[in-house]
């Protein structure tokens, strides 16, 4: 038996000596210092490096036509204009030249080709190999890397969930001036995840980031203000950072501030204004701006009344999973079908005094008709099947 063997770590792509028998148990990496199995290597690992070589990157891409052509399905998607398509067309042209570029060490191709493995891009979603490459580039320097090993560590994605560790990657991005970081350390303080929950210091993380234009930050600290959470409750300004998270495009603010504007929560009421603000979220895939939408359309607030439309949008609410919109969608049919059977009944009910009043045989057979129409109506309201 050899006396020592090549491992690779799995998290940073490092490749050391270590002895047989501790080959698939924990070990610390000397490189990125984290405690996981070892993967044994049948020849040297072709791990990724420090340094800053761009003219591979740049060499290499220049090649990208010659790499492997995308899928049929894919060019043909991407042809047709369809967002997801392209990405995923330019991910699958770009993968060998960014693959070479990151394992000859440019950082920013480490980060590339992790956010690829993140995303899955052009290769299969895998969150280890993201971290892997992640770790890489963290340990290169790229702040983005390291807001996005913070947010795996979170979500317990490629790793098990570990919220300090998570905040620890996140602060390190954040000191480094990474405004998503500054904003999700935020959130972590606000939650009280992996660390003591702290208003305060939540506030001055998002306004860091807000600061430095980030929407969701921007959105945050309107919700934050509103709550009086770490700083004295203010509704006017919490609706001016709310507004400048919206026409900034972030969708769920354009839904939050549509709310703003039907509750008249810290500004005037305004239906028509709610319903731009809803509309505008609801169109970009935001479910309770849909179903929001629909409420407005069924009570006639801000637009003129109209029950189709209301059921189309909590159709599309229900479809994409909002619960709520299901069961106001089950309301509004109920009392449509209330109407419907109370109008059948008051017809058959005026027909019937006609008939009385006048020997009419047309008016009672009219009555007749009516009010077992309605009565059948309501029996089958009654009787059928409750899913």
């Not at 969930?161 to 390190?172: M, S």
């Not at 009086?228 to 495009?249: C, I, M, Q, Y």
């Not at 509309?279 to 009344?305: C, H, I, S, W």
């Amino acid at each position: 038996m050899p006396e020592k063997v090549r491992v690779l770590c799995p998290f940073c792509g490092a490749s050391v000596w270590a002895r047989p028998e501790h080959i698939e148990k924990p070990l610390r990496c000397p490189r990125c210092k984290e405690v996981n199995r070892m993967e044994a290597l049948t020849e040297a690992a072709p791990a990724p490096q420090g340094g800053s070589n761009r003219a591979a990157h740049t060499s290499a891409a220049s090649a990208a036509a010659s790499g492997d052509p995308p899928a049929e399905a894919v060019r043909k998607a991407a042809e047709a204009g369809d967002a997801h398509a392209l990405n995923e067309q330019f991910a699958i042209a770009m993968r060998e030249p960014v693959r070479e570029a990151a394992e000859a060490g440019v950082p920013h191709a480490m980060f590339d080709l992790g956010a690829m493995y993140d995303k899955g891009l052009g290769v299969p979603q895998d969150y280890r190999e993201a971290m892997r490459w992640y770790y890489a580039a963290a340990h290169a320097g790229d702040a983005r890397a390291m807001q996005n090993l913070g947010v795996l560590y979170a979500k317990g994605q490629g790793i098990g969930q570990d919220d300090r560790e998570a905040v620890r990657w996140l602060r390190k991005a954040a000191e480094a001036g990474n405004a998503d970081a500054m904003n999700n350390l935020g959130g972590m303080y606000a939650d009280g995840r992996g660390m003591a929950q702290d208003d305060r210091e939540a506030m001055r993380w998002y306004r860091k980031a807000a600061e430095a234009g980030n929407a969701d930050a921007m959105r945050n600290m309107g919700f934050m203000y509103a709550a009086g959470r770490g700083v004295a409750r203010d509704d006017r300004e919490g609706v001016r950072w709310v507004r400048k998270a919206a026409e900034a495009g972030n969708v769920a603010a354009q839904a939050m501030l549509g709310g703003l504007y039907a509750a008249g929560a810290g500004v005037a009421r305004d239906d028509r204004e709610a319903v731009r603000w809803f509309r505008k979220a609801a169109e970009a895939g935001n479910t309770p701006a849909m179903n929001y939408l629909g409420v407005m359309y069924a009570d006639g607030r801000g637009v003129a009344q109209d029950g189709r439309e209301a059921v189309r949008w909590y159709r599309k609410a229900a479809e994409a999973g909002n619960v709520d919109a299901v069961r106001l969608m089950a309301e509004f049919d109920a009392a449509v079908d209330r109407r419907r059977r109370m109008l059948t009944l008051f017809i058959g009910m005026v027909f019937g005094v006609a008939g009385l009043l006048t020997s009419s045989r047309i008016c009672w057979g009219l009555a007749v008709l009516a009010l077992g129409l309605g009565t059948w109506r309501t029996l089958l309201r009654i009787f059928r099947p409750r899913s």
